[in-house]
């Protein structure tokens, strides 16, 4: 099979919808034998399994709710059993608990750390010791333009995702010796379920900060997504790539 990540195995987390969903299916275009794990499979699983063996390659859904140790420890272990190996990881899983600061509640706080950016350090220490062993691997992290930005209403979001980019920068310097790269993306406006919420007349107001004009897909970061993880970016590790027509420049 050919394509960019033929034979790979690959971890993406939070792919049963969003933006995560749009790297599994990508990625399983590419030739990629991938995993994804959410609390909840996709609503269409099947259908998305069955797409994917058709285009040569493979989907598998693990049930792992990503802040939490033995589950995403025993997800893991699992899938380097079944594979022999991890070759790419996507920190992709992801919410938002929004609003003013002197309201947000504790639990508001932490839930968002939890999900964000404390996932991101159990999925990763899990896989890169395998990724070290092999002397091979791609971590990509997906933080946000608030993470460099801030966001009023979003400190907890935004410093989730600031924190993936110290994360990611450390990481990056801790293992690059032994072959592994590790990098952020940091998308914009990208229409998901997460920003759904969102209306319409809010929408034209953010689009006036957007140079290119209009909000992102998931298809965007997907394929930014598939550059980093593939060997077209062998020297690149320690970046943080915007996905954001421009917001954040
Ligand atoms: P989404 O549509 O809400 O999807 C979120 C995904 O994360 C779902 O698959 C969800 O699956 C999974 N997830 C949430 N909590 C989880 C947990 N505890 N354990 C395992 N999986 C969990 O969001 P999205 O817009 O695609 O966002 C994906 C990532 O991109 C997030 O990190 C987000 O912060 C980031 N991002 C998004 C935007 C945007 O504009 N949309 C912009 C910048 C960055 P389950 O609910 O089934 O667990």
């Known amino acids: 099979m050919a394509g960019l990540l033929a034979n790979k195995t690959c971890v993406v987390t939070g792919g049963s919808r969003g933006i995560g969903r749009a790297v599994v299916e990508l990625f399983a275009r590419e030739g990629g ?3 994804y794990l959410s609390r ?11 797409a994917a063996a058709q285009a040569g390659g493979a989907i598998e859904h693990k049930v792992c709710d990503v802040g939490e140790e033995a589950e ?6 699992h899938i380097i059993k079944a594979r022999g190996g991890i070759d790419v990881l ?7 608990r929004d609003g003013l600061v002197f309201r947000m509640s504790l639990e508001d706080w932490e839930a968002v750390m939890k999900t964000n950016l404390t996932s991101a350090f159990l999925v990763s220490r899990a896989t890169a010791r395998n990724m070290i062993k092999r002397r091979s691997g791609s971590i990509i992290n997906v933080s ?3 993470g460099i930005m801030g966001n009023g209403g979003q400190t907890n979001y935004s410093a989730s995702k600031a924190g993936l980019i110290g994360f990611t920068k450390s990481l990056a310097r801790e293992v690059a010796s032994r072959g592994v790269r590790v990098n952020a993306l940091a998308p914009g406006f990208i229409d ?3 920003t759904e919420k969102i209306s319409d007349e809010m929408k034209e107001k953010l689009k006036v900060g957007i140079p290119l004009g209009r909000t992102g897909g998931p298809e965007d970061v997907a394929s930014a997504a ?5 060997d ?4 690149i590790t320690g970046e943080v790539l915007k996905i954001d027509g421009g917001m954040g420049m």
């Not at 909840?40 to 069955?50: L, Q």
């Not at 995403?72 to 272990?77: G, N, R, T």
């Not at 996507?90 to 938002?96: D, E, L, R, Y």
């Open 33 to 35: 034998y991938v995993y």
């Open 40 to 50: 909840s499979p996709a609503e269409d699983a099947e259908a998305m399994i069955a």
């Open 72 to 77: 995403v420890d025993a997800a893991i272990e």
């Open 90 to 96: 996507v920190n992709n899983a992801g919410i938002t």
């Open 144 to 146: 946000s333009v608030v």
């Open 192 to 194: 998901t379920s997460m």
């Open 226 to 230: 598939l550059f980093l993880a593939s």
């Open 232 to 235: 077209m970016a062998a020297y």
